[in-house]
């Protein structure tokens, strides 16, 4: 069993920078593959990013590659997700999500913990 605590969200100006973070706790974490998926109003919950057990593996979205990073400190049992230049379409609510012990780029049916979200606004 693992709990999972999003913080970080907020709103920002098109171009700035969030960094989400999600701490875990349970026995398990650091054998759990961890992603962020976002969803918008309207619109399924999609993949964002991912990132395995060790750190050593990471997938992102076609959309964030390049603006956003995906990283882990097991000795802290939270996962971070590094957001810049960021763009009003990212909007959305950021779920962290624990999963298998690889990282694959999969949608929410791979995941099978999830925080309660955190929102992201980005104004023009």
């Known amino acids: 069993q693992v709990q999972l605590v999003e913080s970080g969200g907020g709103l920002v100006q098109a171009g700035g920078s969030l960094r989400l973070s999600c701490a875990a706790s349970?026995?398990?974490?650091?054998?759990?593959?961890m992603g962020w998926l976002r969803q918008s109003p309207g619109k399924e919950r999609e993949f964002v990013a991912a990132?395995?057990?060790?750190?050593?593996?990471?997938y992102y979205a076609d959309s964030v590659k390049g603006r956003f990073t995906i990283s882990r400190d097991n000795a802290k049992n939270t996962v971070y997700l590094q957001m810049n230049s960021l763009k009003p379409e990212d909007t959305a609510v950021y779920y962290c999500?624990?999963?298998?012990?690889?990282?694959?780029?999969?949608?929410?049916?791979?995941?099978?913990?999830w925080g309660q979200g955190t929102q992201v606004t980005v104004s023009t």
């Open positions: 999500a624990a999963g298998p012990s690889g990282a694959a780029p999969s949608g929410a049916k791979r995941y099978d913990y």
């Open positions: 349970g026995r398990t974490f650091r054998l759990n593959g």
């Open positions: 990132i395995d057990w060790s750190g050593g593996s990471t």
